[in-house]
């Protein structure tokens, strides 16, 4: 008899399953995130099979630990670990992550990097946003390894990104939960008085904020090793609620790290913050002679 076609548990290869569940020791939850099923499925097709469901947990004998999955930092890897860290949730169960935006190509650059095959949900309540779970132990554990933790909003601290991916990872950071701005700004010429003529300039400022300021702290300290800027950090300070750190960039400065993080055209990232900074990627030579009013920004 043919199996059901409304049974998707029933049409999972025994051969397969056990392939990936005994002998490569994959989890229940690794397994239905590679074929975008709920848990559930996988243990109740387990059960069917009659093969015996291990304890939760590291499997005896042997140590969770980053070298149990080996991970060579990429240029994806540390763009996602940047996301994660500004815009991520680690879950408390040790295995599930989430990652919630309202931007869906956001979370498509997400499953990219790390290879993910969960879907992407849509929720509305209270206002439309895209949503993005998946179970990893191992990846789980090595981000506690890096420094990440569940509810990390008020703990998070200097974390172990290599220097070399530090443009990387902060792209993922200003991508997950910094901004970069270009105001128009107007000023009018005082040089005579009874001048009309009116000079437009665009500033430039990169920013990200965080409830942790060890975390700010941390950061703001790498990038002057590394890419030899200054910035500032402020405090919001409100009434019943967390102070919000900011680590702010601007004009100069804002330009350096624009062009040291966005070093190709082909890198990962959100594309419409990438558009915010095309105009100012590439160099502007200096005009002849200094004009009346602001310097123009190079």
């Known amino acids: 008899m ?11 290869s025994e051969a ?6 005994v002998d490569q020791k994959l989890t229940i939850d690794q397994i ?4 975008s099923l709920a848990s559930t499925t996988i243990s109740r097709r387990l059960t069917d099979l009659g093969v015996p469901a291990r304890r939760r947990g590291p499997l005896p004998g042997r140590r969770c630990s980053i070298d149990d999955q080996p991970r060579q930092w990429t240029a994806e890897l ?3 670990v940047g996301l994660i860290t500004t815009d991520g949730c680690l879950s408390k169960d040790g295995r599930h992550l989430t990652m919630t935006s309202k931007d869906i190509d956001l979370l498509e650059t997400v499953r990219r990097c790390l290879g993910v095959t969960a879907r992407i949900t849509l929720s509305t309540n209270p206002r ?12 789980h554990r090595w981000l506690n390894e ?4 569940p509810a990390k909003s008020l703990k998070l601290g200097p974390l172990g990104v290599p220097d070399e991916w530090m443009r990387d990872f902060l792209r993922g950071c200003i991508d997950g939960d910094g901004s970069s701005r270009t105001p128009t700004a107007t000023t009018r010429s005082r040089i005579p008085r009874t001048s009309t003529r009116a000079y437009v300039y665009t500033r430039v400022y990169l920013s990200l904020v965080s409830a942790s300021p060890r975390f700010v702290e941390w950061l703001r300290e790498t990038l002057r090793r590394v890419a030899g800027v200054s910035g500032e950090v402020s405090v919001r300070q ?15 400065e804002a330009l350096r790290l624009l062009r040291w993080m966005y070093y190709a055209p082909d890198l990962p990232c959100l ?3 990438r558009d915010i900074a095309e105009v100012f990627l590439e160099p502007r030579g200096r005009p002849a002679r200094r004009g009346p009013g602001r310097p123009m920004v190079v």
């Open 16 to 21: 397969e399953l056990r392939d990936l569940y």
């Open 128 to 139: 439309p946003i895209h949503r993005l779970q998946w179970g990893d132990l191992l990846f």
């Open 238 to 252: 409100l009434a019943g609620r967390n102070d919000i750190w900011r680590l702010r960039y601007a004009k100069r």
């Open 2 to 12: 043919a199996p059901n076609p409304r049974n998707r548990r029933a049409v999972l």
């Open 146 to 149: 890096v420094g990440l933790m």
């Open 271 to 273: 594309r419409r913050k």
């Open 32 to 35: 239905a995130t590679r074929f």
């Open 78 to 80: 540390a763009y996602a």
